[in-house]
């Protein structure tokens, strides 16, 4: 079974401007923290790649299939689930990230949003224990 985010984690990672994301490498060690945009949906907190999928760290998230993650407070051991271009989440993460990020205009917030980054989608899933890092 799964681990789940507490609610606490899913706000305080979901209200976080921004957050610090890095993927596992061929030895399992992590590499350099990002600062990416992260947005929550339900229960699920989700990350978009706004250069679409050659990415450096989108491509290393879906390779390895695991990292790590840190934003308000709350940092941990994450899986990258890939999320289906079909998927329903997807008007509702459009929604999203246009009520979070639409401040920083139009052009900016185009490149998280819309059928073309449905593909680039991944759903960061709780992996192993998290840290109050607050």
Same mark, same amino acid.
């Given at each position: 079974?799964?681990e789940?985010?507490t &609610?606490?984690?899913?706000?305080?990672i979901?209200?976080?401007?921004?957050l610090?994301?890095?993927?596992?490498?061929?030895?399992?060690?992590?590499?350099?923290?990002?600062?990416?945009?992260?947005v929550r949906?339900?229960?699920g907190?989700?990350v978009?790649?706004?250069?679409?999928?050659?990415? &450096?760290w989108y /491509?290393?998230?879906?390779?390895?299939?695991?990292g790590y993650? /840190?934003?308000?407070g709350?940092?941990?051991?994450?899986r990258?689930e890939? +999320?289906d271009a079909?998927d329903? +989440?997807?008007?509702?993460?459009?929604?999203?990230y246009?009520r979070?990020?639409?401040?920083?205009?139009?052009?900016?917030v185009?490149?998280v949003?819309?059928?073309?980054v449905? &593909?680039?989608t991944l759903?960061l899933? /709780?992996?192993?224990?998290q840290?109050?890092?607050?």
């Amino acid at each position: 079974m799964a681990e789940q985010w507490t &609610g606490d984690e899913l706000a305080a990672i979901g209200a976080a401007e921004e957050l610090e994301i890095t993927s596992r490498g061929p030895g399992g060690e992590l590499r350099k923290l990002i600062p990416i945009w992260v947005v929550r949906v339900g229960d699920g907190l989700y990350v978009r790649s706004a250069y679409g999928p050659e990415s &450096g760290w989108y /491509r290393r998230a879906v390779e390895s299939g695991s990292g790590y993650v /840190r934003a308000g407070g709350v940092e941990g051991d994450v899986r990258f689930e890939h +999320v289906d271009a079909a998927d329903a +989440v997807h008007a509702d993460l459009d929604a999203e990230y246009h009520r979070k990020y639409d401040r920083f205009g139009e052009k900016i917030v185009g490149t998280v949003v819309g059928p073309e980054v449905r &593909g680039v989608t991944l759903r960061l899933e /709780r992996a192993g224990d998290q840290t109050d890092a607050g």
